[in-house]
């Protein structure tokens, strides 16, 4: 259900199985959740934090073509475009505000916040830096009347999440914006740069917003990040095993022909010609 709080540790493959009991928070509620783990081994920084809502279809075509492009790009659009590209009425318009940039993309990002906090209550700092493509995050501008006063801005939609000053060019924006090709979503949150002990007991502080549809679930994942990838390396390496494996056959494969042919000429020439020393020709 969307009101839970998933916690998952990098190797933990049966986490996606089952929800971990979450506290809500006294006096609050239940969309505010305290989940406690421990780690199971020591985790080396970079540790990737990321979000998943799954089953979400970015995927589905009135949800990618809900935007008007050059909004993004910080243009003015005309009314008429704006209702032609944004159909729903809530994904264009609130309180008598037109809400700029609009779409179904733009108005449902992805708003839920998460804390770290260690046993003795020390928080672990989350950067929120480098989640994005940086070509995405230049392709987006504010238009020139940003923060005027007629108009909705995605800083009144999602203060936990886009700062007044960034607006389009936030990162967590650029990156809801990107679909997902699957029936889930899957995007970089944030980065801890300190390492996490065998044995160390964390809190993770979710302040739940994000109205997912009834069916989904919603996850908040921290893994290591290595040469493979950034969840987890079992794949990784098998793939790269069975690749090491198809070349060793194939080089032996190329040695064995090479040997045939080779050998299978010499053999040839020397039963088609078993006389070819000029000693033993006959006079004619």
Known sequence: PASHGETCLAGDLTCFDRIRHCDSKPGTDSGNLICNITVHSEMKPPLLVYYAVAPFYQNIATYIKSEVPKELMGRRVDDETREARCLDEKSRERNGKNIVPCGEKATTVFNDTLELLKKDSKPINISKTRVAWNSDVKRYKNPDNYLSNDTMWLYELFPNVIKKDEGVKSEAFAAWMRPAAFG????????????????????????SFFNAPAESSKMFVISERNVLGGRNIALGTFLMMFGVICLIVSYILCLDQSFRVYFGQSTVETRANPFSSPLLELPR
């Open 184 to 207: 889930r979503v899957w995007n970089h949150y944030g980065w801890v740069n300190e390492k996490l002990e065998a044995g160390d007991n964390i809190s993770f502080n979710i302040n």
